[in-house]
């Protein structure tokens, strides 16, 4: 009976050490600062969703200090409203041409203003401009 109770204190204290040890072993996860001032500065698309931009398609956005945001999906421009208050970002209705266009291009562009308009947060990573929301992420650069 003792050796039956010496076993269950042992499996619980292997059990304990191994979750201790997997914990400790855990990737740590930056934690980056809010962007504090994305704005009057051109931002130039590198990847979508992790997937980086294809073609020749230039991908940008300008958010200005007056609270309007435009730019260019890559085929069609788009202007409207946005708002980043208490590091919560947020666009109003966008308005965009309607030019036609490949169909690479179309879906790269569908999902570069599907995840514009998910997105929710803005950190400074690196020099980059990391957008995410909603599961859908934009890493964007300085452009000139």
Known sequence: MK????????????AVCALLLSASCAPKQANYPIFENPTDT????????GKPVEGFAHIWMRLDSDGKIYGSGGCNSFR????YVNGIFRTGPLG?????CSKGINLQEFK????LDRVDSMQKRNGMLYM?????????????
Do not use: C, P
Not at 5 to 14: G, V
Not at 80 to 83: A, E
């Open 112 to 115: 570069f203003m599907q995840a």
């Open 132 to 144: 995410e929301g909603q599961g859908n992420s934009l890493l964007l650069y300085k452009g000139h």
């Open 42 to 49: 051109k931002w130039i698309v590198e990847d979508i969703d």
């Open 3 to 14: 050796f039956n109770i010496l076993k269950q204190y042992l499996l619980s204290a292997i």
């Open 80 to 83: 409207g409203d946005y708002s």
């Open 96 to 100: 965009t041409t309607r030019k036609t």
